[in-house]
């Protein structure tokens, strides 16, 4: 299912459609959000690289990490990014978000501290995290700057809505999105949100910005005021439900769910087991069963229905829906019945119909059904 996500992200977005978004939402019961975004960034620049997506460049707007993160985690990925800079860009909101250290730059604190913004020349710092209007137009302008212009896309990942959220209402930061979704160079977006920071409504502005919306749920789940016991806490903080929604194009809403697994390696995705293995156990005893014996399925094969020709060698009486077998032994036989052939000599048919009266019309083109209100 992770890898539905990633496909979906890697085949972008279509002529003249919105570009696919991804919402990857967590709690604090379940915080594994920043495992799920990194491992979509790995896969997603991996396809870039090797010239399997449809974008050609990626942008990550680093709110909640530094550059050097970033830069590592594809290092440790196996990801050359010293060969690659010209296809990645890290805008960086970390640093200085609000340009206080640029108003003290001649401080010698703020120089050994600006160092590790400039770690790498893919990175930029971005010091007007309020203005989402120059956010917008710098993520663009790097964008633009990685595929050199024309029709070429890129992606952007945004590593915290959290943050963009405390610097701006949400009216701002849905209108950014959508700006950014409905750029014709834009092939995907996702960005990553823990929603137990934010009241409802704003978890559901950005699930409906989304086409793809990632949740992250625990494994153990506890009732209301139980208190949760060390052991179903060091269960949780490894392992937990993955669950994916995916909107279709024609409105349809598909459901996927995984189990996830945060190991010193990395991050690991399972299937879960089928729910009707799980409540066999509860499913109520009933006084018969649905299953056919051997002695009983022979019983029904060998039953003769009313509609099939027995043959035997004798002539085949076709009952006209008025008359009785019996009766028409007496009576005289219709020529057509006569003729009709047995099955020893069957080289054609023909079908014999009886009316069930003289006012019934013949057969047309009109259908006798047409005055039912089906």
């Not at 991804?22 to 379940?30: N, P, R």
Request: glycine share 6%; aromatic share 6%.
């Amino acid at each position: 299912m992770a890898e539905s996500i990633c496909r979906a992200l890697r085949d972008g977005a279509l002529e003249g459609e919105l570009a696919p978004a991804l919402t990857i939402k967590d709690s604090v019961a379940s915080p594994f959000a920043l495992q799920v975004f990194s491992h979509v960034i790995s896969q997603l620049f991996s396809s870039i690289l090797a010239g399997k997506s449809q974008s050609r460049g990626l942008v990550v707007v680093s709110f909640s990490r530094s550059p050097s993160f970033y830069l590592d985690l594809l290092k440790n990925k196996g990801i050359d990014v010293a060969s690659s800079n010209k296809q990645i860009q890290i805008l960086d909101c970390y640093s200085d978000p609000l340009g206080w250290k640029d108003q003290l730059a001649g401080s010698r604190d703020f120089t050994a501290l600006s160092n590790e913004a400039l770690v790498s020349s893919t990175a930029i710092v971005f010091r007007e995290v309020k203005h989402m209007d120059k956010l917008y137009n710098s993520i663009i302008e790097l964008g633009k700057g990685l595929v050199r212009g024309g029709k070429i896309r890129f992606s952007i990942a945004i590593d915290s809505v959290d943050e963009m959220l405390r610097h701006a209402p949400v009216s701002s930061v849905a209108r950014l999105l959508s700006n950014l979704r409905s750029h014709d160079q834009i092939s995907s977006l996702f960005w990553l949100l823990h929603s137990d920071l934010h009241e409802a409504r704003v978890s559901a502005v950005l699930e409906y910005l989304s086409s793809i919306v990632a949740s992250l749920e625990p494994s153990h789940q506890l009732a209301n005021g139980q208190r949760g016991d060390l052991e179903n806490f060091k269960h949780n903080s490894k392992k937990g439900k993955f669950h994916v929604r995916f909107k279709k194009r024609n409105g349809r809403v598909r459901v996927m769910s995984e189990e996830v697994q945060i190991e010193q390696s990395g991050i690991n995705f399972t299937s879960l087991p089928p729910e009707g293995a799980i409540n066999q156990g509860l499913v109520p005893k009933v006084q018969f069963s649905l299953q056919l014996s051997e002695k009983e399925r022979i019983d029904k094969a060998n039953v003769v229905l009313p509609f099939e020709h027995q043959g035997n060698g004798k002539p085949i009486q076709i009952y006209d829906g008025r008359r009785s077998l019996v009766d028409s032994k007496h009576e005289r036989p219709v020529a057509a019945v006569e003729n009709v052939q047995t099955n020893e000599n069957c080289g054609s048919g023909e079908i014999i119909y009886y009316r069930d009266s003289d006012d019934e019309m013949p057969d047309s083109d009109e259908d006798p059904d047409d005055d039912l209100d089906i």
